[in-house]
């Protein structure tokens, strides 16, 4: 089974729809964080949780929210959706005790937004 | 301001051969760097990783390579196998405070590998 899990793998919306993206995890990593990739401009982090009460934003994080509804899931909400929202987005884990900043990310979801 | 930087977007090298992959960082801040891995329709995986007071470090067929003065650091695959294509990604972190704990990736570069 795989560690860190997202719903759904892939999504095509219209611009203005509400939609949420989740992650689950089963490695007891504290830590989670949300990452869009997009073509030339690699992965960039939208929102990060370092434990359930704590959430940041991240370098893009305009037109996203996010919920940590417990240390497993770590939801992310686009609450009216455009075009440009279109791209790959990865859910991902550390645990900081390791001390090297690891992190295991989920097999992602392709979103396009019409 | 892209403070990780894959200046190459594409890599093609012969089977057998080295495969040296570039990244270059602004951030004097960073101490730590890792390699990820990506294959098509799944998540970047971890392959190697590196800290600053180190300038090498070796993983079998994978060496990373610090250089802290030109703020640059190389992946180095040899021998490179068809296996090995896939895209590759820098990511850099910094110590203490709000940067804790965070990756900054830089663009990813496009391995190919031919038979």
């Known amino acids: 089974d795989a560690d860190v899990t997202q719903t759904p793998r892939n999504r095509i919306t219209k611009t203005g729809k509400r939609i949420m993206l989740e992650c689950s995890q089963t490695?007891?990593?504290?830590?989670m964080y949300w990452y869009r990739q997009d073509p030339g401009l690699g992965l960039r982090l939208i929102y990060y949780?370092?434990?359930?009460?704590?959430?940041n934003k991240g370098e893009i994080s305009d037109g996203y929210s996010v919920s940590r509804q417990a240390q497993a899931k770590f939801s992310l909400s686009l609450e009216s959706a455009i075009p440009n929202q279109t791209a790959l987005y990865f859910c991902?884990?550390?645990?900081?005790?390791?001390?090297?900043?690891?992190?295991?990310f989920g097999p992602g979801t392709r979103l396009t937004v019409l | 301001d892209q403070q990780v930087k894959q200046n190459s977007p594409s890599l093609s090298v012969q089977e057998g051969r080295i495969s040296i992959l570039n990244c270059d960082y602004t951030?004097?801040?960073?101490?730590?760097f890792l390699w990820y891995k990506k294959y098509p329709a799944e998540g970047p995986t971890f392959l190697i990783s590196?800290?600053?007071?180190?300038d090498k470090n070796e993983d079998g067929r994978f060496t990373v390579f610090l250089n802290k003065s030109a703020k640059h650091l190389s992946l180095h695959i040899v021998p490179s196998q068809p296996g090995d294509s896939a895209v590759y990604f820098c990511?850099?972190?910094?110590?203490?405070?709000?940067?804790?704990?965070?990756?900054?990736f830089g663009q990813g570069t496009i391995l190919t590998v031919h038979p």
């Open positions: 490695k007891g990593h504290d830590r």
């Open positions: 949780s370092f434990d359930v009460k704590d959430i």
């Open positions: 991902a884990t550390s645990d900081p005790r390791t001390g090297n900043n690891e992190q295991f």
């Open positions: 951030n004097s801040m960073f101490d730590y």
């Open positions: 990511a850099a972190s910094a110590p203490g405070g709000t940067s804790y704990g965070k990756l900054t």
């Open positions: 590196i800290s600053s007071i180190k």
